[in-house]
């Protein structure tokens, strides 16, 4: 009977998978999800001079003119200089002794500007101005947008385009990094590595692949950003290019090991025949070891690519953090996993900034979750080997 | 004769990248060191920060680490081990067997930040644990998950089937066998299963950065309900959110060096006994 329970336990135990899981994917879309229903604007209203003819505007060109990219001319609004009153700027013009009546008082003769434009609570709008539409579309900000400034006042830009181009340029470069030099530290292992080093150079891949990201990444900011730096005679080192080779060469480990270990499971007979037809070490490398464990070369790939896909702190420290749109891996980038590290602790739960990195947080799930799925596709055995 | 060239300079080539890869491995280590060995004293590790970090010691960051790890390891290890155990005793069902494998797979192919996302919606958010350790360890628990079940399931899959039949042709209970046999041969390699999660956990920093880290905390944590420093968090804050970063960085290099210390430390040893154990049953 208490083996029964015993079984019941350690059943349950193996299930609590399927929870984590499950309920991974229902939290990040639970708070993901309110980012493309809800608006960054919420209890804010925006208004104009009712002399002013403008009644509505998209909020990518609110944007525009508070940045004076544009002027209210531009929206056959009045010749006049723009000025903008949210709650970010307000202290401009109110002193922050000012009592309720006082900031009221203020903001009444404010309004009799041509170029007002309000963004603010209703209790604090003047009375005698007009209401002007701001149209907000979730998905057309987030998944067109090339801005990403997420508490730019008074309406944020939160199109994720720029980190994940950021994301594709470090994983780029971590591919072309960890691949071909993976595969050439699990052919040296297998083919060329005296049998007494085996297991120091086994145990040196193992500490590779247990160093703390954070400490890589300091190593990377002190030692690695000058050097690029230098050699590229840049302003700033931090680079995609820096984020990439560090990332590579964190990931070499599980490439370099899946592939030694398929390289291994190579039938012996296969490999003697070729030698025995002639072919030299090289030639049976070349042309029938990595063309039969090319599977393997694949599936290894793809975990590597997830692997540097999904990685925050080496990327948060090394690349520059700079949330523009760049095509160039000489220049600084933010990532992803960056963003959501420097930005989430910053962001009161339930706000729009907070949906909208769980958004980021829900991409980045179905990206790294799709690599690996396809990883797992071509080769199950080698999937579920990587750790 | 050109062809045999060819083939030294391959040999040649895929010799220094597999050398480089450790030389620069080794420089890391050797400049943390270099760098860090000056800063650490008795003081060091046994006091509180002080003077806006530029001064004092990193102990209450080491406290942190390691009540965060044991939480995460009584969790993780006591599910993980499960698991593992449930996966390769008692799984009767050849589908949901390979079904809770393949969940297993996939989750340890998320990335640590997200974990760190859903550790926040749901430990410290949804059931108000707060920024604590409580919410830190088991986000940690959770992420080390995949790792321990399938270090167990491969330590219990070891122990010889002959011994395991033996025990049930005694007469012993399946659960009897599993409780006297298996799992005390299996043990050892579960524990090293245990000691390489340590390492990965105390060195994790993207899931703790929501669910647990204090930017600075200089005391002790009483409760588990508390929120704390920690040595990777600190190391990354020291580095990058200093007020003045150069004053701070002697005690960067202290901290990443003593961090440096613990993982390589755990996972070092951990190495050392899945080869001592490999070579003892390889009979």
Same mark, same amino acid.
């Given at each position: ?387 | 004769?050109?062809?045999?060239? =060819?083939?030294? !300079? *391959?040999? &040649?080539?895929?010799? #220094?990248?597999?050398?480089? $890869? ?5 420089? +890391? ?107 830190? =360890?088991?986000? !940690? *628990?959770? &992420?080390?998950?995949? #790792?321990?079940?399938?270090? $167990? ?5 070891? +122990? ?124």
């Amino acid at each position: 009977m208490r083996g029964r329970w015993g079984q019941r336990f350690l059943q349950a135990a193996a299930l609590t998978t399927f929870l984590v899981l499950g309920g991974l994917t229902i939290f990040l879309f639970r708070e993901g999800l309110p980012a493309l229903s809800k608006t960054p604007f919420e209890g804010i209203v925006f208004a104009v001079h009712p002399d002013n003819p403008v009644s509505t505007l998209t909020a990518a060109q609110v944007r525009a003119l508070v940045r004076q990219e544009k002027r209210w001319q531009d929206f056959n609004g009045p010749d006049t200089v723009l000025i903008p009153i949210y709650l970010a700027n307000i202290e401009r013009y109110v002193p922050p002794t000012a009592s309720i009546q006082e900031i009221r008082l203020i903001l009444d003769s404010l309004a009799e500007f041509p170029g007002i434009l309000f963004a603010l609570p209703p209790a604090l709008l003047p009375s005698s101005v007009k209401q002007l539409r701001v149209e907000w579309e979730g998905w057309k900000e987030i998944f067109f947008s090339t801005q990403w400034s997420p508490t730019y006042e008074p309406v944020p830009a939160v199109g994720f385009l720029p980190l994940l181009v950021g994301s594709l340029w470090v994983s780029i470069i971590g591919l072309a990094v960890v691949v071909p030099l993976g595969l050439a530290m699990a052919i040296y292992v297998v083919e060329f590595l005296p049998k007494s080093f085996y297991y120091p150079i086994k145990i040196l891949w193992e500490l590779l692949a247990g160093l703390p990201s954070v400490v890589v990444g300091f190593w990377g900011l002190v030692v690695v950003v000058p050097w690029i730096q230098k050699v590229f005679r840049l302003t700033a080192g931090e680079t995609a290019l820096t984020a990439g080779i560090l990332l590579g060469w964190m990931t070499l480990p599980l490439m370099a090991s899946l592939v030694e270990e398929a390289l291994r499971a190579i039938p012996r007979l296969l490999e003697e025949s070729s030698y025995g037809l002639g072919a030299t070490q090289w030639q049976t490398i070349w042309r029938l070891k990595l063309p039969y464990v090319f599977p393997s070369i694949a599936t290894a790939t793809l975990l590597s690519a997830g692997r540097i896909l999904g990685e925050t702190m080496v990327v948060l420290m090394v690349s520059g953090n700079s949330p523009l749109l760049h095509f160039s891996p000489l220049q600084p980038v933010r990532t992803l996993p960056a963003t959501l590290a420097a930005e989430l602790g910053e962001a009161p739960v339930g706000s729009y900034h907070y949906h909208v990195l769980f958004l980021l947080g829900v991409i980045l799930f179905i990206l790294t979750l799709g690599l690996n799925l396809s990883a797992y596709l071509i080769h199950p055995k080698d999937a579920q080997a990587a750790r | 004769m050109r062809k045999r060239r =060819g083939e030294a !300079l *391959a040999t &040649l080539i895929v010799t #220094l990248i597999s050398w480089a $890869a450790l030389v620069i491995l080794a420089g +890391v280590v050797g400049f943390i060191t270099y760098k860090g060995l000056g800063v650490i004293s008795w003081e060091f590790l046994t006091t509180p920060m002080r003077e806006g970090m530029k001064k004092g010691g990193i102990a209450p960051a080491i406290v942190g680490s390691i009540w965060v790890t044991l939480v995460a390891l009584g969790v993780g290890g006591l599910i993980g081990t499960s698991a593992g155990a449930y996966l390769s005793e008692f799984a009767r069902h050849r589908r949901l067997k390979q079904l809770i494998e393949f969940l297993v797979t996939t989750l340890s192919g998320i990335p640590s930040v997200v974990y760190g996302l859903f550790g926040l919606a749901l430990f410290v958010v949804t059931l108000n644990f707060g920024t604590s350790i409580l919410a830190g =360890g088991l986000t !940690l *628990a959770l &992420l080390s998950l995949p #790792l321990l079940i399938r270090n $167990a399931q491969e330590a219990f899959s070891s +122990v010889p089937t002959s011994l395991k039949e033996a025990s049930i042709g005694l007469g012993a209970s399946e659960m009897q066998t599993f409780l006297r046999v298996t799992l005390p041969i299996a043990l050892p390699r579960v524990l090293t299963g245990l000691v390489l999660a340590t390492g990965r956990i105390l060195g994790e920093t993207a899931p703790i950065l929501f669910t647990v880290a204090a930017y600075y905390l200089p005391t002790y944590p009483r409760s588990l309900l508390e929120p704390t420093m920690l040595l990777p968090y600190h190391l990354y804050v020291l580095i990058t959110s200093g007020v003045n970063v150069k004053e701070t960085y002697p005690m960067a290099f202290g901290t990443a060096l003593t961090l440096l210390i613990l993982t390589l430390f755990f996972t070092l040893t951990a190495a050392y006994l899945r080869f001592r154990l490999k070579q003892k049953y390889r009979v």
